[in-house]
């Protein structure tokens, strides 16, 4: 059995971290980047356009900035990015560029994915660099309810910014999960116990095959404490905070469904707290 | 025949080649759908039935307040078509506008009976070509099959037709972009300059960035262009007393991009994000290159943004470029 309970905890704190990217106005897409050799976090990366007044300024670049700033001799084959969307075609071809060992992500980019929705940068055989593995599908709702929640806002940097007139995001439906992977790449990381989730495109990865999860049960305040970086530059966590956060997702069921009966809450930018349905 | 001869295009422009003054070529997605496809790429938009009477008004209503902020163009399409029903009597069909301007019958209604002063009861979605058709013959065949198109020449003949370079202009900056490069002969780099449009052809110059070496994807010089603007902008702003900031100062959006070598997959996808107006190249990178080279990321159909691309083919700066310095393997520029 493929146990992918500590990609799980990886993610769930990436999401929490664009959660956070989220309450100061960014995209909320965020990554950490873990040591293959010490398993340890070493850095954390999240959407910064707007802020920034740069639109290349994505989770991606900023996690590798920070190691970049420390030492220009890193060896990035040593390093596993977990993300919680798709890299988009710019940052597939960085992170390619960089020789990345391995991407791990949520959802897809159905508008910019360069990891195999809209292009394959990651794998693309005429381009110079290496190829590089990456595996999407690991708390894909939840990067995908996290996004909703920015959408459903009004981009105020935008020139002519546009009225947003689909807010109802609780009753919205996900799109078939597809992967972008063989079959043979999905086995060899999904084990073929999840091979029915590959098949009907419905159902959703789970950290144990075919039992149930909620995000609450993956990280705790003190894990996300520790997570370097991340207070200093996103502010406190408090359990509030992250009860908040919890709030936004639905759970996923034993039979690897979405539990659409949890009652769920929307982000809401003006009050930069959450309001009830 | 002195429209004929319009179609066939001014001294400086070769139609067939898409070169202008000679050493300005076009670079287009070999199958960029807005051009060349016979298979119509479709978009709905919203129809309603009205009486002649009510043409004049429409007309109006959707020049005024439909036309400049629909991001869908229509301008391809004839907007009226003129039908009898079965007792002879006369009514037109009428394209409003695309479904993603108004996303609701509602308002579509509401819309009619603000302009029209009265309700229109036959409104509907319809399926049309997004863009317009690459010949007669296409177009044509699109007008039998969806909705009456209106023929004006091949698109992209008429937009060759109608850019303009200020060729002195241009002269001078690739000429600055060639003394900048020769800067830094010893490895692979490429030097970025970053123009804004003021008038005629001409522009501002805002960055000049010569890039580091080419093997780290942080030191590209679009990249460090890009970031250059931004902290401009955001200095301009911490000290601009006003707080209304310009909209128009938004990423790069709409600025011209000079680039000594065709940028990588990563740099082009940045111009895309940020919004540029167009890119000028002058030496091709045939195995990283995402412009020209792979993806043609800039003209590309379903990414949000597209620019125009164009690659400087003057031979002898070309030559120059080369003499400079040629990384004896594959690069990411």
Redesign the interface.
Known sequence: MMDLTTSFEDMAISLFIGYKALLISETPVACILKDKKSNKIISIGYNYTNSSLNGTQHAEFIAVKRLYEHSKDIDFSNIIMYVTVEPCIMCASFLRQLGIGEVIYGCSNDRFGGNGTVLSVHKDTFLVDKPYKSIGGIARTEAIQLLRNFYIQENESAPVPKIKKNKDIENKLYPPNLFNLTKEEFVDFYGEQRLDILENKEQEITPIPHKAYRLKDLISLKNLQEVPFLEDELGLIDEEQLNEFYDLFYDINDDSTIDFTKAIRKFNNKKRHLTPE | MARKNRTIGSDHVDIENGILYGVIKQIRAKDSESFRSNTASLVNVWCCQIQPSQTQLLAAAIRDHINSKDEVSLVHLKRFLKEEDESGNVFLKAIICSTEYL??RSEVENFLTLHLHTTISDIYIIEVPKFPASTKEISDDWSEKYWPMSWKGNPNHQFLNSVNFNMKFEREIVSQLIEEYRQSKDFPTSVTIIVKETKNQEGEILAVVRGGNCN???EHSI?KG??F??KS??QRRKHSIHETSD??N????NLWFYVSHEP????S??L????IGRVTFLESSP??G?LES??Q?GDRD???WKFQIWKWIDENDINVINKIYKSPT???Y
């Open positions: 996303t609701t780290n994807p942080f990249m890009i970031d603007v931004s902008e955001q909209p128009s938004y990423l790069c959006h990588c997959v990563m740099c996808m940045a895309v994000h940020s919004r195995s990283s995402g792979y993806y990321l379903g990414l949000n594959p690069i990411n």
